[in-house]
């Protein structure tokens, strides 16, 4: 057995995972915890820093360790959720829960304050993409209005990643992909902060070091060591956001390419050459020097898989997988928009409700759950016809995640696209790219390496096209006829 390993771990939405690895590859151990989002109020999306990131951290590496040895690790990589907040007094000690990532849509107001006090326009040529519930400025403009006691004492500020990495190794550090969803914060041109927009926002607020997601943030401290197994002194890399690692896990590192992630959420992320912000889009740089990428996503898509597993008694996924597979495309009637935390792409709206269209007495739970896996397609489709209409249109998609188990799912969304999908032999996730983005941090990976490799690949069906374009018309009537109404229930959801 190869005497040098690696050691990934992701912290994800619901589930933190990890994984240990040979210099080639090869796994040796996965773990992983399930874990909760808090939503205190409508809109709201928290973890505890400590009691959700550190601990899932510490027990995945001991767990890991146990099962590989600590001797053998070399390096350790680190993705997260995010963009996030977290609020880190002077002592780097949270202050509040994270307040996560776009399907946290509680700073609707100071979005709207933030795009019109900077411009629309200008926000999207310097930063890359427009001011939304994805962006970091908002959250701590929302924290600093509303949370008076606890901005003033906020000095710094983390996400998933870039907290684990401080607790890790002493180092405030935050690789480019995160920053550059720091809207509008970072200049997506010269790849740095914009000191007097961020002081006007966030006054006071220390912004971290930034680096590439290859580089190394430091060393692994004696505490942190001791906590999480690990042997002390080994290199952690700077860490990243789950989507971009996992994409690096899979080899999207060229122009051209693009992932979709069946996770928690729905993420696509496209790599460019050159670069071409799009308003529609969450425009960045990639997890490798010198790349650009284009992301948007769908808010839930496997969130509503558990919510309907459990709204209909714990069924397993395997039970309703089956059963949506014998549903005829269309769902024998049934529409569904997935906005059930709002909607982020290609169109902005906190305040978007799930909507199912077409229900009668003879649907069943396989309907419904069949429904929310075409729901979801749509909003795929609806993505790619947004970048196609700026000229960004992938020449491979890889489609990785949870939600691949069994190919329905990457199926339907290939028939309602009618774009191809290649699925790799490995779907561990974020972390084995955390792996590989440590071990190239160490130095003990090549770059230019490529652990992933194609075993399945999905065409549409040219037979169900003409179901799948019928479906996806009434999916984009159907958010305009029902958006004033939705939007008055999201309102009398926060007023109650």
């Not at 053998?72 to 996030?84: C, E």
């Not at 949370?147 to 870039?162: C, K, P, Q, V």
């Amino acid at each position: 057995m190869n005497d040098e390993l690696l050691m990934g771990v992701d912290i994800g939405t619901s589930y933190s995972k990890g994984v240990v690895t040979t210099l080639d590859g090869a796994i040796v151990a996965r773990a992983d915890r399930a874990h909760d989002v808090s939503m205190p109020h409508p809109g709201w999306a928290e973890h505890d820093a400590d009691a959700t990131w550190w601990s899932d951290l510490c027990a995945i590496t001991r767990e890991l360790v146990t099962a590989a040895g600590s001797a053998r690790i070399r390096a350790l990589g680190v993705s997260g959720l995010g963009p996030s907040f977290l609020p880190l007094d002077e002592a780097d000690r949270p202050l509040r829960p994270a307040i996560l990532y776009g399907i946290d849509t509680r700073a609707s107001l100071e979005i709207d304050e933030l795009t019109e006090r900077y411009g629309a326009e200008r926000v999207l040529a310097r930063c890359g993409a427009a001011i939304t519930s994805q962006s970091v400025g908002p959250k701590a403009l929302w924290v600093r209005r509303h949370e008076l006691e606890t901005w003033n004492s906020t000095r710094r500020f983390g996400m998933a990643a870039s907290y684990l990495v401080l607790r890790l190794t002493g180092e405030y550090t935050l690789d480019h992909v995160s920053a550059s969803l720091c809207q509008p914060l970072y200049d997506i041109e010269t790849r740095e902060w914009i000191p007097e927009w961020a002081q006007e926002v966030a006054p006071g607020l220390q912004l971290p070091e930034l680096r590439w997601a290859t580089e190394p943030a430091g060393a692994l401290e004696a505490d942190a060591a001791a906590e999480t197994g690990l042997p002390p002194g080994i290199p952690v890399s700077v860490g990243t956001i789950d989507a971009w690692a996992e994409a690096t896990s899979v080899g999207v590192r060229r122009p051209g390419e693009a992932m979709l992630m069946y996770g928690t959420a729905l993420t696509l992320v496209q790599l460019l050459a050159p670069f071409r912000p799009l308003a529609s889009m969450w425009g960045g740089v990639g997890a490798l020097p010198g790349t650009w990428s284009l992301a948007g996503g769908v808010t839930t898509s496997g969130a509503l898989t558990k919510w309907l597993s459990r709204l209909v008694g714990d069924v397993p996924y395997e039970t309703l997988l089956a059963e949506a597979a014998e549903v005829a495309p269309g769902a024998d009637g049934l529409v569904l928009l997935p906005y059930f935390s709002g909607e982020r792409n290609p169109f902005y709206d906190p305040d978007a409700r799930g909507v199912i269209a077409g229900l009668t007495l003879a649907h069943g739970r396989g309907h419904i759950y069949r429904a929310v896996l075409e729901g979801t397609a749509c909003g795929v489709r609806h993505m790619l016809e947004s970048m196609a209409e700026a000229g960004h249109v992938p020449e491979r998609l890889v489609a990785v995640g949870g939600g691949t188990r069994g190919h329905l799912w990457p199926r339907i969304v290939s028939d309602a696209t009618g774009v191809a999908q290649q699925l790799p032999d490995q779907t561990v996730g974020a972390s084995y790219g955390d792996a590989w983005l440590g071990g190239v941090a160490a130095g003990l990976v090549d770059e230019t390496s490529d652990w992933s490799r194609v075993v399945t690949r999905i065409e549409p069906d040219p037979a169900a096209r003409q179901a799948y374009d019928q479906l996806y018309a009434s999916y984009r009537e159907l958010y305009p006829a029902t958006r004033d109404v939705v939007h008055t229930l999201a309102a009398r959801a926060r007023e109650a």
